[in-house]
């Protein structure tokens, strides 16, 4: 703080404790909102004032409308507001963006899209997935996406784009957590685990109804790509044991019979070994529990590689 020439004593005194008053101010001191201007460069949104559209193309149907950043903190003033409250811990950023889901096919679907927020350097801050479900042929859906809490050490959102559009037909959407289908039987899978170029996805089925449901042998696999037509060229194994010995050993199939509450898993195993030839991805997976139950389809993204070969272990009942 800049001292005024000839301070009277009982003035000068007091000087340490206006400066202090002035930094808790600052830190107390939140103001406004700005969004991403229309005329934005670059694939992402870039912030400055104004309330104007942002001319994005998007991503698969997805795209970002407009980018709701903090206004920096102004300037240090000669007023200055003190409060004996603490500063708030643990709040959200006030960082979000808004966005519209335009299904341009034939049927009806439900996308599960990544953003991410992205700092001036173009860095990922953080990511953020919405699902947006049921939306109908020719549909346009709106909605905002919170970029939520943020470490006080990162750095400042600048922008927002869409990182990853992955869709499936909405009858096949897995079911939302907590909910409960009307057949009771809820299928998922989880993000699996990965090591040496092995990888395990965990298939659940969950008995969510009123009565109990009973699966044996090994789930019913249909391999999608993008487009949800099915993937040619790769064999799907009974057991991992054709993958690697390193998943465990292969259990034998038996009936397993789920009371309402409780829940099975079986799992995929693939290597992502690359040799000679063309990589084999797959995003989407078409599960059926046993024969004739209805499909859910699943997107664990097989990076099979040239491997041509994806294990599958039979379903076992979760241990309480």
């Known amino acids: 703080m800049r001292r005024t020439a000839g301070l009277r004593p009982a003035f000068a005194a007091t000087a340490p404790l206006l400066s202090a008053l002035a930094t808790t101010a600052l830190l107390l001191t939140a103001c406004g909102t700005e969004h991403a201007d229309a005329g934005s460069t670059g694939t992402g949104a870039a912030a400055s004032q104004g309330g104007a559209r942002i001319d994005d193309p998007g991503k698969d149907g997805v795209r970002i409308t407009s980018l709701t950043l903090p206004s920096p903190s102004p300037s240090p003033s000669r007023s200055y507001v003190v409060s004996a409250e603490r500063l708030p811990t643990n709040v959200d950023s006030g960082v979000s963006a808004t966005y519209e889901v335009t299904n341009e096919g034939t049927e009806t679907l439900t996308y599960s899209v990544v953003f991410t927020f992205m700092s001036g350097d173009g ?12 939306v109908g042929p020719g549909q346009a859906v ?3 996406v919170r ?8 750095p400042r959102v600048t922008r927002a784009e869409v990182l990853e559009v992955v869709k499936v037909p909405a009858a096949e959407a897995p079911a939302e957590p907590g909910s409960c289908p009307a057949s009771g039987i809820r299928v998922s899978a989880d993000k699996g685990d990965a090591a040496m170029g092995l990888r395990v996805v965990g298939l659940h ?3 969510c109804g009123t009565r109990a449901y009973t699966v044996e042998g090994y789930p019913l696999l249909e391999l999608l790509d993008d487009d949800l037509e099915p993937v040619d060229g790769v064999e799907i194994l009974d057991g991992s044991g054709g993958i690697t010995t390193g998943a465990g050993p292969d259990e034998q ?10 829940s099975a898993t079986a799992g995929l195993v693939w290597r992502n070994t690359t040799e000679f030839g063309t990589a084999v991805n797959v995003p989407h997976v078409r599960v059926r529990a046993k024969e004739g139950a209805d499909p ?6 097989l990076d ?3 491997t041509g ?8 009942k979760t241990e309480r």
């Not at 860095?123 to 049921?134: F, L, S």
């Not at 970029?147 to 990162?154: F, I, Q, R, S, V």
């Not at 070969?309 to 076992?316: A, D, I, N, Q, Y």
């Open 123 to 134: 860095g990922a801050v953080t990511n953020r997935t919405e699902t947006v479900r049921d």
């Open 142 to 144: 709106r909605g905002t």
């Open 147 to 154: 970029a939520g809490e943020l470490p006080p050490t990162a």
């Open 205 to 207: 089925l969950d008995n």
């Open 253 to 262: 199939p038996r009936p397993v019979r789920l009371e309402p509450g409780e």
């Open 296 to 301: 859910v389809t699943v997107t664990p993204h």
């Open 304 to 306: 099979l590689g040239t």
């Open 309 to 316: 070969k994806l294990g599958v272990r039979p379903w076992e």
